[in-house]
T-cell receptor, first 113, second 111 residues
Framework: GENVEQHPSTLSVQEGDSAVIKCTYS??????FPWYKQELGKRPQLIID?????GEKKDQRIAVTLNKTAKHFSLHITETQPEDSAVYFC????????????FGAGTRLAVHP | DTGVSQDPRHKITKRGQNVTFRCDPI?????LYWYRQTLGQGPEFLTY????????KSRLLSDRFSAERPKGSFSTLEIQRTEQGDSAMYLC?????????FGSGTRLTVV
């Protein structure tokens, strides 16, 4: 069945360093890959997404890369700041008319000042 | 305020009781989803509505769970005969032309 694996489960970096989170998906028909940031007790918030016809997308300090052949995609955060500390979730969906998101288990990112 | 509101924010109930949650998306959200999130895990898909039609239900949605979206606007999720394993955050998401938006969720604790 559909499955998304996410690594690492926890990530600790120093402020200013880069952070990379990786996900793999099982359904080769998946064509939409969003990333969500969730702070404690709050709703998941979309931070960036990518579709299968694009290999890379960047938004300021955040970038996502997609390798459809290998079925994996990654989130890159540069110049990390303490406010980047949160749990990050990747997800994949096959947009057969709607977007049922299959989420990874999450990565808890801690950015230390 | 993302425009997707959920009520209540928190619910504590005794095992065996029935509970009902409500989700109010914005008017442009013709698609509505329910997810369940347990501690330390990503959200898991429960069910999906296209307007008032429930088009997909996860195997996670046992016969104790029922969801409705009677007029294609707000939606309710009912859990009958609650069990401790039902304790989780229940998230609603609306989807329209502007994309996918989660509500703040209802945290259910079954004691």
């Amino acid at each position: 069945g559909e499955n998304v694996e996410q690594h690492p489960s926890t990530l600790s970096v120093q402020e200013g360093d880069s952070a990379v989170i990786k996900c793999t998906y099982s359904d080769s028909a998946s064509n939409y890959f969003p990333w969500y940031k969730q702070e404690l007790g709050k709703r998941p918030q979309l931070i960036i997404d990518i579709r299968s016809n694009v290999g890379e997308k960047k938004d300021q300090r955040i970038a996502v890369t997609l390798n459809k052949t290998a079925k994996h995609f990654s989130l890159h955060i540069t110049e990390t700041q303490p406010e980047d500390s949160a749990v990050y979730f990747c997800a994949a969906s096959w947009s057969g008319g709607y977007n049922k998101l299959i989420f990874g288990a999450g990565t808890r990112l801690a950015v230390h000042p | 305020d993302t425009g997707v509101s959920q009520d209540p924010r928190h619910k504590i109930t005794k095992r065996g009781q029935n509970v009902t949650f409500r989700c109010d998306p914005i008017s442009e959200h013709n698609r509505l989803y329910w997810y369940r999130q347990t501690l330390g895990q990503g959200p898991e898909f429960l069910t999906y509505f296209q307007n008032e039609a429930q088009l997909e239900k996860s195997r996670l949605l046992s016969d104790r769970f029922s969801a409705e979206r009677p007029k294609g606007s707000f939606s309710t999720l009912e859990i009958q005969r609650t069990e401790q394993g039902d304790s989780a955050m229940y998230l609603c998401a609306g989807e329209g032309e502007s994309g996918y938006t989660f509500g703040s969720g209802t945290r259910l604790t079954v004691v």
